[in-house]
């Protein structure tokens, strides 16, 4: 695809539930970011992808979350247990090697009830 | 961290006017990127400047960045209601450590 895509686009959830994002980079691109946008805050950054190399975890804020990303290419973040406050958008971005543009997907409105 | 920080935090202007922008961060960076953001949703990659550049511009973008004073500005000329948007710094030394400012969100009133 032309972009970078996330699914799905909205997901409303109880409280206590787990939920699964996925993210599907530009092709080819190496580095993959997953952050969190609360309702008018800036980014918050949760993890970082970049090729075979051990993620950078540093951002996630608990041990509910948790991402995997498979052959290098798509990416799924799961949040376990959900909570009223996991409640965001979240967002993905992907880029090329090295310090470098980071595209961004549509994100996906996590709603915890 | 090296989060930006977006000043001011709110900007409202008449169409056909120029918006300035600021980004202030604390430690030393290789590059600031600026994004803009519509709707809440994605972010969409404006200009990236490195720390050896001083200004940048593309289209109605001009971007300057001052490392003495660790300091970027983001300036839009003649503004039209479409550039109605959240706008953002991101700064990092290497690119797993970028961080984003709560943005600047403009409104251009045609």
């Known amino acids: 695809g032309a972009g970078v895509s996330q699914s799905p686009s909205n997901k409303v959830t109880e409280k206590g539930k787990d939920v699964e994002l996925r993210c599907d980079p530009i092709s080819g691109h190496t580095a993959l970011y997953w952050y969190r946008q609360s309702l008018g805050q800036g980014l918050e950054f949760l993890i970082y992808?970049?090729?075979?190399?051990?993620?950078?975890k540093s951002g996630l804020p608990s041990d509910r979350f948790s991402a995997e990303r498979t052959g290098g290419s798509v990416s799924t973040l799961t949040i376990q247990r959900t909570q009223q406050e996991d409640s965001a958008v979240y967002l993905c971005?992907?880029?090329?090697?090295?310090?470098?543009?980071?595209?961004f997907g549509p994100g996906t409105r996590l709603t915890v009830l | 961290s090296q989060q930006g920080e977006e000043d001011p935090q709110a900007l409202s202007i008449q169409e056909g006017e120029n918006a300035t922008m600021n980004c202030s961060y604390k430690?030393?960076?290789?590059?600031l990127q600026w994004y803009r953001q519509n709707s809440g949703r994605g972010l969409v990659h404006l200009i990236l400047?490195?720390?050896?550049?001083r200004e940048k511009h593309s289209g109605r973008l001009r971007v300057t960045l001052d490392t003495s004073k660790k300091s970027s500005s983001l300036l839009i000329t003649a503004s039209r209601a479409a550039d109605t948007a959240s706008y953002f710094c991101a700064t990092g030394q290497y690119n797993n450590d970028m961080r984003f400012g709560a943005g600047t969100r403009l409104t251009v009133k045609p």
């Open positions: 971005a992907s880029s090329g090697q090295g310090p470098d543009t980071q595209y």
């Open positions: 430690t030393s960076i290789n590059n």
């Open positions: 992808f970049q090729g075979n190399s051990a993620p950078d």
């Open positions: 400047i490195r720390s050896n550049e």
